[in-house]
């Protein structure tokens, strides 16, 4: 019986333990997901905290009772990994043993990156921090709003986004948007980092009097002076500040062998096949890919991790059918009043957005609802 380490409870980890119960036999395979956490979140519902549109006891469900009942659980933090004793270490420096292991770990908003943005900036990338900034909100009546991204890359890409056209929308409602000058600041030549999105983004920036700020990298928050300023030069004064932290990998991953200092993991971008080792995958956010850091990829990543750990038990080549990821990634934006859009796309087709309609604003809500049955159990 080979032993396979699942390291990461949120979607991608979830998924796959679930499949791989599902697909593999007691006999042939004893399955484990550590996780630092207790409870998965639904990441994706904090982007509506901030406007009192979410509870966020419906935000989140025990790790436990999304697993498979084969599946083993230990809730504890991972402290190192060990490649060549086939192991990870856990804060009792306790070992846990592995055949196979697949990195699902995440991504982790630092704000302490940048000088002064935990001190003077909001963002929703918490649950904790979403609910700071529906505290904000509340007491807002207008000024000059900063929302923006603090580093490249992170998660959720289009939720800054979604964010800045649905304040204009709350701001509306609240009497205060004639009070407000919003603007949106991106660290590239564009609004977002895909051209075609980007261009279906603009419009709509410019039809909500929302002004942008182009090649705005952060390099520092001022938050006596209410000033953001970047790498070029440019300072932006605010009343509010909205800005996406510099994000990282799982600490334990940082500067490892495996990945680069900020702890994103040496992936194949077709077998998601960690770089130099045959028993090691990678999904998610914690990959090094040019794709989305978002629940999505992870969702349609594991599929192809299970074919390759499930043949790598049995000893088997894995079925070319389903073990080649092309980069598949799909998701909604929100762009306020009530609709939407979706972007799908992958590797070698950009997405394509359509007009913003409500048909695709009540999917994503119907989705948001379906997800705890349908995605991290593997369903769909």
Same mark, same amino acid.
């Given at each position: 019986?080979?032993?396979?380490?699942?390291? +990461? @409870?949120?979607?991608?980890?979830?998924?796959? #333990?679930? !499949?791989?119960?599902?697909? *593999?036999?007691? %006999?042939?395979?004893?399955?484990?997901?550590?996780?630092?956490?207790?409870?998965?979140?639904?990441?994706?519902?904090?982007?509506?905290?901030?406007?009192?549109?979410?509870?966020?006891?419906?935000?989140?469900?025990?790790?436990?009772?999304?697993?498979?009942?084969?599946?083993?659980?230990?809730?504890?933090?991972?402290?190192?990994?060990?490649?060549?004793?086939?192991?990870?270490?856990?804060?009792?420096?306790?070992?846990?043993?592995?055949?196979?292991?697949?990195?699902?770990?995440?991504?982790?908003?630092?704000?302490?990156?940048?000088?002064?943005?935990?001190?003077?900036?909001?963002?929703?990338?918490?649950?904790?921090?979403?609910?700071?900034?529906?505290?904000?909100?509340?007491?807002?009546?207008?000024?000059?709003?900063?929302?923006?991204? +603090? @580093?490249?890359?992170?998660?959720?890409?289009? #939720?800054? !986004?979604?964010?800045?056209? *649905?304040?204009? %929308?709350?701001?509306?409602?609240?009497?205060?948007?004639?009070?407000?000058?919003?603007?949106?600041?991106?660290?590239?030549?564009?609004?977002?980092?895909?051209?075609?999105?980007?261009?279906?983004?603009?419009?709509?920036?410019?039809?909500?009097?929302?002004?942008?700020?182009?090649?705005?990298?952060?390099?520092?928050?001022?938050?006596?002076?209410?000033?953001?300023?970047?790498?070029?030069?440019?300072?932006?004064?605010?009343?509010?500040?909205?800005?996406?932290?510099?994000?990282?990998?799982?600490?334990?991953?940082?500067?490892?062998?495996?990945?680069?200092?900020?702890?994103?993991?040496?992936?194949?971008?077709?077998?998601?096949?960690?770089?130099?080792?045959?028993?090691?995958?990678?999904?998610?956010?914690?990959?090094?890919?040019?794709?989305?850091?978002?629940?999505?990829?992870?969702?349609?990543?594991?599929?192809?991790?299970?074919?390759?750990?499930?043949?790598?038990?049995?000893?088997?080549?894995?079925?070319?059918?389903?073990?080649?990821?092309?980069?598949?990634?799909?998701?909604?934006?929100?762009?306020?009043?009530?609709?939407?859009?979706?972007?799908?796309?992958?590797?070698?087709?950009?997405?394509?957005?359509?007009?913003?309609?409500?048909?695709?604003?009540?999917?994503?809500?119907?989705?948001?609802?379906?997800?705890?049955?349908?995605?991290?159990?593997?369903?769909?």
């Amino acid at each position: 019986m080979k032993k396979i380490l699942i390291l +990461g @409870g949120g979607t991608g980890g979830a998924i796959v #333990a679930n !499949l791989l119960a599902r697909k *593999l036999t007691e %006999e042939e395979a004893d399955i484990t997901v550590v996780s630092a956490n207790k409870r998965h979140y639904y990441q994706p519902g904090w982007l509506y905290v901030p406007f009192g549109k979410q509870d966020t006891r419906k935000l989140s469900k025990p790790v436990r009772s999304l697993l498979h009942k084969r599946v083993k659980l230990i809730t504890e933090r991972v402290v190192a990994l060990d490649t060549e004793r086939q192991c990870v270490l856990l804060p009792d420096e306790q070992p846990v043993k592995y055949d196979f292991l697949v990195i699902a770990t995440g991504s982790f908003p630092v704000a302490e990156d940048v000088p002064g943005l935990a001190e003077g900036g909001h963002h929703f990338y918490t649950q904790e921090a979403a609910c700071r900034l529906y505290n904000a909100l509340q007491e807002f009546r207008g000024g000059r709003v900063v929302i923006g991204v +603090g @580093g490249l890359p992170y998660k959720c890409p289009p #939720a800054p !986004l979604e964010f800045t056209l *649905l304040l204009d %929308e709350f701001l509306a409602e609240q009497g205060a948007r004639k009070r407000s000058r919003i603007t949106y600041a991106f660290p590239i030549s564009r609004v977002f980092p895909i051209e075609s999105v980007a261009n279906f983004a603009q419009p709509l920036l410019d039809q909500r009097d929302i002004q942008t700020e182009l090649f705005f990298n952060l390099q520092e928050v001022r938050p006596k002076d209410r000033v953001a300023l970047s790498l070029e030069g440019t300072e932006l004064n605010y009343d509010l500040l909205v800005m996406i932290p510099p994000h990282r990998g799982a600490s334990f991953l940082q500067g490892h062998p495996i990945a680069d200092d900020k702890g994103w993991v040496k992936t194949d971008r077709a077998t998601l096949q960690v770089t130099g080792h045959d028993n090691l995958w990678a999904l998610g956010d914690a990959t090094d890919l040019p794709i989305s850091k978002a629940g999505s990829t992870a969702h349609f990543e594991a599929p192809i991790v299970v074919e390759r750990v499930a043949a790598a038990v049995r000893g088997n080549a894995p079925d070319p059918k389903h073990a080649q990821y092309a980069g598949h990634v799909m998701c909604f934006v929100e762009t306020g009043y009530g609709k939407a859009t979706m972007l799908d796309f992958d590797y070698s087709h950009p997405p394509e957005p359509k007009e913003p309609n409500a048909i695709a604003h009540y999917l994503k809500w119907a989705f948001n609802k379906a997800y705890w049955q349908l995605v991290p159990t593997g369903v769909v």
